[in-house]
């Protein structure tokens, strides 16, 4: 099992920043990628970015790409999103996911239902 906690959310107004933290803890060593998803009021949950926890690859939504940063300390087991210039159409509620199954490309990551293990979520609100 694995235990995923996030912190980091809250209010800002557009253009502003927010980092997510999702500390990872339990039987972390079968982690091939950690991932966050959202999920705004009545739609239904998007892929946001994914990182390989080997080699560190990333993966973005065209939403994000170049407003958002994914990271990662192995050390601490603890993946990072660092989201830049945000718009009030990042408002939701951001979830972190361990994947523990291998797939041959980044992309398959971007499917939740290649992830095993979510986080509760933490809400990010953007005001205009």
């Known amino acids: 099992q694995v235990q995923l906690v996030e912190s980091g959310g809250g209010l800002v107004q557009a253009g502003g920043s927010l980092r997510l933290s999702c500390a990872a803890s339990?039987?972390?060593?079968?982690?091939?990628?950690m991932g966050w998803f959202r999920q705004a009021p009545g739609k239904e949950r998007e892929f946001v970015t994914t990182i390989r926890w080997s080699g560190g690859s990333t993966y973005y939504a065209d939403s994000v790409k170049g407003r958002f940063t994914i990271s990662r300390d192995s050390a601490k087991n603890t993946v990072y999103l660092q989201m830049n210039t945000l718009k009030p159409e990042d408002t939701a509620v951001y979830y972190c996911a361990v994947g523990v199954t291998y797939y041959n490309g980044n992309v398959y990551y971007t499917l939740a239902q290649s992830y095993d293990y979510w986080g509760q979520g933490t809400q990010v609100t953007v005001s205009s």
């Open positions: 339990g039987r972390t060593s079968s982690t091939y990628a």
